[in-house]
């Protein structure tokens, strides 16, 4: 195979998909045409491709230990890697690189939310907060995911527009799709349990809805002890509890039947980078309530039914509204289809590729 010229660092690529390996595991096979060398302890993603092995315990499924981990290996590792191969640049699919070794950089940036929603002792917000604005001046360009996250770019990492281009995600059309299943009468969230998410916005909304409506709330997402005994303790305190589902998480398998059988996708995030689950949910033919924060907008347009983030009562109208009106559910879920085909891989993957071709 021919020597690359392109190192590719997926030293972040967990074995439990979730928003980021979900990116990259979709991007990369579009870089072909650059025949890149992949930095992975998951080969078996990538048959077609030039891998060199990498430790395995570098990402979030190891904790805080794992990011630790990959951290350092960036800085002492990664710029070996550089000077072993005949590279010319390395692309990160997270604001991640190693600083001041001259190693040619474009790094992806998703979001800015440990410095929107800062916890003050939290090593995420320090990192964003001191390493990443270093990051974003050292790269030779950074790629992000939606307007949203690319004027966050600019206002938190001090850099000029002409550094910053936007190359909006995507989903599997194959995989997130109308199965002609019939909804079941709950509403679904899916996503991380962080109060930003605005899951226990959600819980207080639904507790809110007469018992008489006979629906229930489930909750998709792996557990975090910091968060969700909270969320659990609160909808005990609202008399929900048998009603709120907490499901865990769900394999990638099993989503498009989770959200094709849902009355509605509830998502009232305070701010997203991109809006990932919002897009899946409306390929799915699912009704979607969400926010009109951050990048929702540009990922849901007029498809889905948007309110205010933090407002209960709006998000109680809106569950209401969905709960009792077919033709609603209806509208919502065919501009929803209409509105996912505008975004591809395929698009998102070939943006990246003319854009890594510009500095290679």
């Given at each position: 195979?021919?020597?690359?010229?392109?190192?590719?660092?997926?030293?972040?690529?967990?074995?439990?998909?979730?928003?980021?390996?979900?990116?990259a595991?979709?991007?990369?096979?579009?870089?072909?045409?650059?025949?890149?060398?992949?930095?992975?302890?998951?080969?078996?993603?990538?048959?077609?491709?030039?891998?060199?092995?990498?430790?395995?315990?570098l990402?979030?499924?190891?904790?805080?230990k794992?990011?630790?981990?990959?951290?350092?290996?960036?800085?002492?590792?990664?710029?070996?890697?550089?000077?072993?191969?005949?590279?010319?640049?390395?692309?990160?699919?997270?604001?991640?690189?190693?600083?001041?070794?001259?190693?040619?950089?474009?790094?992806?940036?998703?979001?800015?939310?440990?410095?929107?929603?800062p916890?003050?002792?939290s090593?995420?917000?320090?990192?964003?907060?001191?390493?990443?604005?270093?990051?974003?001046?050292?790269?030779?360009h950074?790629?992000?995911?939606?307007?949203?996250t690319?004027?966050?770019?600019?206002?938190?990492?001090?850099?000029?527009?002409?550094?910053?281009?936007?190359?909006p995600?995507?989903?599997?059309?194959?995989?997130?799709?109308?199965?002609?299943?019939?909804?079941?009468?709950?509403?679904?969230?899916?996503?991380?349990?962080?109060?930003?998410?605005?899951?226990?916005?959600?819980?207080?909304?639904?507790?809110q809805l007469?018992?008489?409506?006979?629906?229930?709330?489930?909750?998709?997402?792996?557990?975090?002890?910091?968060f969700?005994?909270?969320?659990?303790?609160?909808?005990?305190?609202?008399?929900?509890?048998?009603?709120?589902?907490?499901?865990?998480?769900?394999?990638?398998?099993?989503?498009?039947?989770?959200?094709?059988?849902?009355?509605?996708?509830?998502?009232?995030?305070?701010?997203?980078?991109?809006?990932?689950?919002?897009?899946?949910?409306?390929?799915?033919?699912?009704?979607?309530?969400?926010?009109?924060?951050?990048?929702?907008?540009?990922?849901?347009?007029?498809?889905?039914?948007?309110?205010?983030?933090?407002?209960?009562?709006?998000?109680?109208?809106?569950?209401?509204e969905?709960?009792?009106?077919?033709?609603?559910?209806?509208?919502?879920?065919?501009?929803?289809?209409?509105?996912?085909?505008?975004?591809?891989?395929?698009?998102?993957?070939?943006?990246?590729?003319?854009?890594?071709?510009?500095?290679?």
């Open positions: 195979m021919t020597d690359s010229k392109l190192l590719v660092n997926l030293a972040m690529l967990m074995e439990r998909p979730t928003g980021i390996s979900t990116y595991l979709n991007v990369v096979p579009h870089l072909a045409d650059l025949t890149p060398t992949l930095l992975t302890a998951q080969p078996q993603h990538f048959p077609n491709f030039q891998t060199q092995a990498i430790p395995g315990d990402t979030a499924e190891q904790g805080s794992g990011h630790a981990r990959r951290l350092w290996w960036n800085q002492t590792e990664l710029p070996r890697h550089s000077k072993t191969h005949p590279s010319s640049l390395i692309f990160s699919p997270v604001p991640e690189m190693p600083l001041w070794r001259g190693c040619r950089t474009v790094v992806m940036v998703h979001d800015f939310i440990p410095l929107r929603f916890r003050w002792r090593p995420l917000t320090n990192y964003f907060r001191f390493i990443v604005p270093q990051i974003l001046d050292q790269a030779v950074i790629i992000c995911n939606s307007q949203s690319a004027d966050d770019v600019m206002r938190f990492g001090h850099v000029p527009a002409s550094k910053v281009t936007p190359i995600l995507a989903y599997d059309a194959e995989h997130f799709k109308p199965l002609e299943l019939p909804r079941q009468n709950y509403f679904l969230y899916l996503g991380r349990h962080d109060p930003y998410k605005g899951v226990s916005q959600a819980i207080s909304a639904f507790a007469p018992q008489a409506a006979d629906c229930e709330f489930w909750i998709a997402g792996g557990a975090d002890s910091r969700t005994p909270q969320l659990q303790a609160q909808a005990e305190a609202l008399s929900v509890s048998e009603r709120v589902k907490f499901l865990g998480y769900v394999p990638y398998k099993k989503l498009p039947e989770l959200l094709n059988q849902a009355i509605a996708f509830v998502f009232p995030s305070q701010w997203e980078g991109f809006g990932l689950p919002v897009l899946e949910a409306m390929a799915c033919g699912t009704p979607v309530i969400t926010s009109n924060a951050g990048a929702i907008p540009e990922v849901g347009s007029d498809a889905t039914l948007c309110i205010p983030p933090n407002d209960i009562s709006a998000l109680t109208s809106a569950l209401t969905l709960l009792h009106d077919g033709q609603l559910q209806k509208q919502l879920s065919l501009k929803g289809l209409a509105q996912s085909q505008k975004f591809s891989w395929a698009e998102t993957g070939t943006k990246t590729l003319n854009k890594l071709k510009i500095y290679l």
